[in-house]
């Protein structure tokens, strides 16, 4: 016999495996759960287009709020995806691993491959939204929604709720494994942690030669200065900021393993 629970998990997915999950599993599914109702507004609004252009009365800014409406959904819902498991999967070899397999398995997807293109989404996004901003960017239709930077600012901060939603289910699954303090999250995404880093690294240095050069300088020139730039590495190069991360990174794993006093 199903329980009212079993019920409630069926039809709402953030419900299952409620007991496992951290705070920023719970922050993202209550987020999808207030972004699910953008889906009637949606489809209210793919009607009401239909029905105006069939008589005639074609609303352009009805079809940019459809895109609007469809795009802001759909980012929101990867991350939903990601904290309940609803996304498609192709389980061929994945559903006969042992309970252990499965769990490296996901934390290897979601910190090796997945968080680090999230990561790179977020950057170049991020200059994405803010020359929209600058130039006001909108619609280009006449009657179209003109404040189309809305929706591009949007679309960066989702890759951060995206990104929340990637680090709390790979702290789920490490948490079936070991303790997941903090110098274990940090060491077992490694290349995530110094993505981050190299990230914080490179806008703090940016901001700070920004900040104490001449405005007639430009933002090209400043990306191209020395301390910005990269010495060969054997046949390679290698950007100063990502040597850089990689021994802060290695520090604060350090830091963070000789400060937890607990039991391994």
């Known amino acids: 016999m199903q329980t009212t629970d079993s019920v409630v998990q069926i039809a709402d997915p953030g419900e299952r495996g409620k007991e496992e999950h951290n705070r920023g599993d719970r922050f993202v599914v ?20 239909v029905f105006l252009r069939s008589s005639g009365m074609n609303q352009a800014w009805l079809d940019d709020l459809q895109w609007w409406l469809y795009g802001a959904s759909s980012l929101i819902a990867i991350a939903y995806a990601v904290t309940t498991d609803s996304h498609v999967r192709v389980d061929i070899f994945h559903e006969n691993f042992s309970a ?12 090796w491959l997945f968080l680090p293109f999230i990561l790179l989404a977020w950057d170049q996004t991020l200059h994405y939204a803010i020359s929209s901003v600058q130039i006001g960017e909108g619609s280009d239709s006449p009657n179209g929604l003109h404040r189309l930077w809305i929706l591009k600012v949007f679309m960066n901060l989702t890759f951060v709720v995206i990104g929340i939603a990637i680090w709390s289910a790979y702290v789920r699954n490490l948490a079936r494994m070991t303790r997941p303090v903090l110098w274990k999250q940090l060491l077992y995404a ?57 021994v802060v990174t290695l520090g604060l794993i350090v830091i963070a393993r000789l400060f937890d006093r607990g039991e391994d």
């Open 30 to 49: 209550n987020v999808g759960n207030l972004f699910a109702w953008i889906f009637p507004i949606l489809m209210i609004a793919i009607v009401a287009q």
């Open 190 to 246: 490694f290349p995530s942690t110094m993505y981050i880093v190299d990230l914080v690294l490179y806008y703090a240095i940016w901001w700070g030669v920004r900040l104490t050069t001449p405005a007639e300088i430009s933002d090209r020139d400043i990306a191209k200065s020395p301390i910005l730039g990269a010495f060969e590495f054997g046949e390679q190069e290698m950007a100063h900021t990502v040597a850089l991360a990689f």
């Open 100 to 111: 252990r397999g499965k769990n490296i398995v996901e934390i290897f997807a979601l910190v």
